[in-house]
């Protein structure tokens, strides 16, 4: 049996319901109608299906677990099971962590030191040596060059 319902209808009765009760901010709205319609699948079909069709879409974890959140949003307002969905959303959001520290202990070993960038400042000439002073040591933003 075909679901009838479109996303952009069950989104927009979540948020008339969500309104109503005064817990959505404009934007929060103005993102979920973007979200919703631009899931190419029926957000009330089976857990399994919309994982998989998650990841086939969505390489980008971010992006997949915003999606995911919007769909999990929507079944439970219109009763439909989660639990998978959630177990999905929460080992993702594990390796989107381990993933942030992963790289933040990459770009770590990246960095130069405060002595190798003030070396290279004072090997400058010219304008380039007064920018590049004002900007590391006065903490002049290129603002307000």
Same mark, same amino acid.
């Given at each position: 049996m075909p679901l009838?319902?479109?996303?952009?209808?069950?989104?927009?009765?979540f948020i008339k319901h969500k309104k109503d009760e005064g817990t959505?901010?404009?934007?929060? $709205? &103005?993102?979920?109608?973007?979200?919703? !319609?631009? /899931?190419?699948f029926n957000i009330l079909t089976t857990q399994p299906t919309i994982i998989k069709k998650?990841?086939?879409?969505?390489?980008?974890?971010?992006?997949?677990?915003?999606?995911?959140?919007?769909v999990i949003v929507v079944r439970k307002y219109n009763e439909k099971?989660?639990?998978?969905? $959630? &177990?999905?959303?929460?080992s993702l959001r !594990?390796? /989107?962590?381990k993933k942030r520290k992963d790289d933040l202990k990459d770009m770590n070993d990246d960095l130069p030191t405060y002595?190798?960038?003030?070396?290279?400042?004072?090997?400058?000439?010219?304008?380039l040596y007064i920018v590049n002073y004002l900007i590391f040591f006065i903490s002049l933003r290129n603002a307000d060059i």
């Open positions: 009838k319902n479109t996303n952009l209808q069950l989104i927009k009765d959505l901010s404009q934007q929060t $709205i &103005k993102n979920y109608t973007n979200i919703g !319609d631009n /899931i190419p998650l990841k086939d879409l969505y390489k980008n974890l971010n992006t997949l677990l915003v999606n995911l959140n919007l099971e989660t639990d998978k969905l $959630i &177990k999905f959303r929460n !594990d390796t /989107i962590t002595e190798t960038i003030k070396e290279k400042i004072d090997n400058l000439q010219g304008i």
